[in-house]
């Protein structure tokens, strides 16, 4: 788990929050369906994202599940973007995300500014 000089912490640097995200499948469209056993998993983010969904979640923009959804799911997909940016695949994408960033944090900076 830790490197042997503690400074990075599964091929992540330390400059970050550490997460422990756990998901949990409750049921399926069909009743018969078998639920899958959760999934759990450790990330680093430069960001603090439960600051961030609470946020979003204030905004009133967003139900409070909507708003927790978009705001881990963003932070931790725009967190695995920013560590490979030179993969094409994701180099293709940054800009767009940036701005959709960017566009998000406006609105919500209206909506609190009534």
Known sequence: MWGSDLS???GHSMKGHRYRVTIEHLGGPQQ???VRP????????HDEILGIVTR?????????DEAASLGIGLKLFSEVMLKRRDDPLFAALLPAIRAFIGGLKA???????G
């Open 8 to 10: 990075t912490w599964k």
């Open 32 to 34: 018969d369906m078998p």
């Open 38 to 45: 959760p999934l759990c998993f450790e990330a680093v983010n």
């Open 56 to 64: 979003l979640q204030a905004s009133g923009a967003y139900q409070p």
């Open 107 to 113: 609105r919500n900076k209206a909506i609190a500014a």
